[in-house]
């Protein structure tokens, strides 16, 4: 899937195993239903239709009997198939997490009975102990595996990362800005990723129609996601945006160095149950990176030396403070501090 446009990518089918390798790897591609429309119930569905799609290509590996099986969550519905299929290979069992899906489901609103809250932390701490490892991406995240009842012994912290090969500074304009066909003088800030809830992406738009009569400031949205139709419309009509689909990944290091000033909203509510994996990817690129982050959060601590930090959900603190790196290169220039993990 492309996931960040809800698409089954091109060349590939929701209906159809394939297989590929790459360096000498071998890759299976299982079956996923990919819904048109997103919704709490669906998401489930989608999630389901992989966990079942996959475990026939997990019980195929049983015959060589592999030492360690990995689980990534999202998805957590993959926790049984993995757990049976190490008991059986008597393999270790290592679940590595990058977004606590349940809690943050609740405390984002996209799941409300607090019926169904109870049984799905009872069956997600259930399934954590059953492992050997828990891994997280922050200290805060591995902190709260431990809350939610494994050994402190089992559990590891594992940052996420950037590859400063392909990420890194370009010593010169960015070929997107006459692919845009935007001026030297002007100052970009581009959104690049998923438009989902979590992002907070409408206190963005709110930023951005403040910004309307700054004629130096051009916004550019490029990905995809649940929350697009509602950013477009928000911003339907200001002349200081454009919107872009999901760029190819040989095109990325491009696309971020096409900012002056990299944006990143967050909902308050999210802190501390999952770490924006682009951040690496801003931070690498040496370009000046405003967040929207609480004091006291994994997520404050990791932009606060190497950016600036706005309170979240705060249209106006984050529409002011673009407004002034803006107006001044030095500012910018002192928050440009390549980065290449966040812990």
Known sequence: MCAHEWLVSTGFAWWRYQRETRDGVSLWRALL???VRLGGVKRMLHLASFAMSSLPLLACQTFWRPDAMMLIAPTLMCAPDILTLSRVTRASAWLHIQDYEVDAAFDLGLLKSSRAARFACWLESGLLKRFDAVSSIIKQMSSRATLKGIDPSRVVCLP???????????????DYRRLLNISAQQKVVPYSGNMGAKQGIETLADAVAMLAERSDLTF??????????????RC???????FLPLQPTDRLNELLNLAD?????????????????????MFASGR??????????AFYEAVAPRGVVVPPDNAKA??????????????????????????
Not at 290 to 297: D, I, L
Request: proline letters at 7%; aromatic letters at 4%.
């Open 33 to 35: 239903w990919v819904p």
């Open 160 to 174: 996420n990362w950037v590859d400063v090969s392909t990420i890194f500074p370009l010593a010169q304009p960015s």
């Open 220 to 233: 550019v949205f490029c990905g995809s996601g649940a929350a697009k139709a509602d950013l477009i419309e």
């Open 236 to 242: 339907a009509g200001l002349p200081n945006c454009m």
């Open 261 to 281: 000033i990299h944006v990143l909203p967050q909902r308050g509510d999210a802190a501390d149950l999952m770490m924006p994996s682009k951040l690496t990817g």
């Open 288 to 297: 000046t990176t405003v967040a929207m982050a609480r004091k006291g959060t």
């Open 318 to 343: 984050l529409a002011a403070a673009i407004s002034v790196l803006a107006g001044d290169r030095r500012s910018r220039a002192r928050s440009r501090q390549p980065c290449h993990a966040v812990a």
